[in-house]
Structures are given as structure tokens and as C-alpha cells.
């Protein structure tokens, strides 16, 4: 994994691997656990739809969008829907984390494989409330993931920035004050905010043409 993509071939994947991939023109991207062999744990949208439609159920995993809301286990082609999938990022430096997209790595630690396949599936147990109720912002399918793999939740595509300015905080504080140093630290905080304020606004826009879709279309969710 280098610094410019986080890409994944399906064949490399191992239990507590935390998937994601972009979906609507990296617009916004989706989460997961993969817990087992071609199956995936991720959280859904858990508002009821407008629709009456009903979409297909997968012959091969038994996911039916339509029906199945919270945290649900699919197989990878029903969580990726055609898009590449990518691994999360965990344990990244400062410097590697300001530089990557929003949503892709974090700088905490993430816990034991079993450790993080068992808390996917405890809250798939628990059923439909598991994770709470979907929010965009505050409790999506990367909280959910993040949550499993590090025990604490927190949404990377809402929280990027904030945690970005106090990681620059840290580092301007926790070096020893030189010229190059603060140089280099202001540099990758306004590539960081640059990045983000791009991803902020195509959010924006994505969520309100996939309001749209979901109009018209029942099985176009998250
Ligand atoms: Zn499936």
C-alpha cells in the first residue's frame, strides 16, 4: 500500500480488513468489515424508504437491500456494487494522514482482527438498532467500521478536518519550533483543508442528487 491508493484485490483480503470504496464519482465512499470469506459487514441507512419497490434478493448472499436496514452482512459484490475496493488505513504518521483523501486512514491503531470481526458481528446480532440510527454526519457506515476495528467511533469524512487542524496543532507544538518545521506544517494543513473543502462540497452535491435518486429508484441506497 503506497501513499497514492489504498486499492485492494479481492483475493488479498483478510478478516478485520476494513473496506471501503467510492461510489457516485468518489463522491462519497462506502464502509466495511470483511469478517469472512466473500462476506462483508457495513451499516446501512436506517430510515424507512418512500418507494413501495422491492429490489432484488442476491442468489448468492441472500441481501435484499430494500428489506434489510442498520448493519447488515452481504457478500463483496452486493457491499461494492461494481466499484474497486480499497483498504482502510490504519496507524498512518501525521504527515501521511494530512496528505491522503478524507475517509481513507487513520492515525489510531485498530484493534486484533478477531477483536474487530467480533464487534461487527455482535452489533449484526443485535439486529436492526445495533449501531443506532444512520446519520450522514454523525453515526454513517465509516463511524461503524472505524468503531469496529478501533472500539471508538468517529466518521472520517465528517471529522477529517477538525482532527487534521489538531494533529498540525500537535505538530507545531510536539517539534522542537523551527522555520522548516512550521513551514511544513502549514503547507500540509492547507493541502489538507483544500482536499476537504472539494470533498465537503461534492457531498453536498452527491447527497442531494441521491435524494433525487432514491425518488425514483427504491434499491439506490447507501
Ligand atoms: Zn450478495
Known amino acids: 500500500m503506497g501513499l497514492l491508493s489504498n486499492r485492494v484485490d479481492r483475493r488479498m483480503l483478510k478478516p478485520g480488513d476494513h473496506l471501503y470504496c467510492h461510489r457516485n464519482l468518489h463522491s462519497y465512499s462506502h464502509h466495511g468489515i470483511y469478517v469472512e470469506e466473500n462476506r462483508v ?3 446501512t441507512r436506517t ?25 447488515v452482512k452481504s457478500c463483496i459484490d452486493c457491499f461494492a456494487e461494481g466499484h474497486k475496493l480499497y483498504r482502510f488505513e490504519y496507524n498512518v504518521s501525521a504527515a501521511h494522514f494530512c496528505a491522503k483523501r478524507s475517509g481513507t486512514c487513520s492515525t489510531r491503531s485498530s484493534g486484533a482482527p478477531d477483536v474487530i470481526v467480533e464487534r461487527a458481528t455482535r452489533m449484526l446480532a ?13 453515526n454513517n457506515c465509516e463511524s461503524f467500521a472505524v468503531y469496529c476495528a478501533t472500539g471508538e467511533a468517529a466518521s472520517g469524512q465528517a471529522l477529517s478536518l477538525k482532527s487534521k487542524v489538531k494533529i498540525v496543532q500537535e505538530n507545531l507544538t510536539g517539534k522542537p519550533l523551527s522555520l522548516e518545521n512550521i513551514a511544513s506544517t502549514f503547507v500540509e494543513a492547507a493541502f489538507a483543508y483544500k482536499i476537504d473543502a472539494i470533498q465537503q462540497n461534492n457531498n453536498l452535491i452527491s447527497s442531494s442528487s441521491e435524494k433525487d435518486q432514491d425518488d425514483k429508484k427504491n434499491d439506490q441506497v447507501n
Do not use: M, P, T
Not at 58 to 66: A, D, K, M, P, V
Open 41 to 43: 459487514i457495513h451499516f
Open 47 to 71: 430510515e424507512e424508504k418512500s418507494s413501495g419497490q422491492s429490489s432484488r434478493r442476491c442468489e448468492i448472499c441472500g441481501y435484499q437491500r430494500s428489506e434489510q436496514r442498520g448493519v
Open 126 to 138: 443485535e439486529g436492526r438498532g445495533g449501531f443506532g440510527d444512520y446519520d450522514l454526519f454523525e
